[in-house]
């Protein structure tokens, strides 16, 4: 692991404080985590940005999924 200098908000910074009191951790260990999260929601959101853009260049057609229909219907 690396150490790390940043510059933030004395209000975020507060309210940092208060988290990870509450939550009984580190500081370090609730920005890393915070970090991941960001990272990992910043991949997905990427992923849907491609299928949306894959979708309006090739978009469903009439008939292509229709022989799933029966299998949709719960009697």
Known sequence: ???IQITIDDQLLLE???EIQR???ARSLFIRKALEYTLRRLAIEEL???QA???MRYPVTSGEFDVWESEQAWS
């Open 53 to 55: 853009e894959g979708y």
């Open 1 to 3: 692991m690396k150490t």
């Open 16 to 18: 940092v404080d208060r």
């Open 48 to 50: 849907e940005r491609k």
């Open 23 to 25: 939550q009984g951790i």
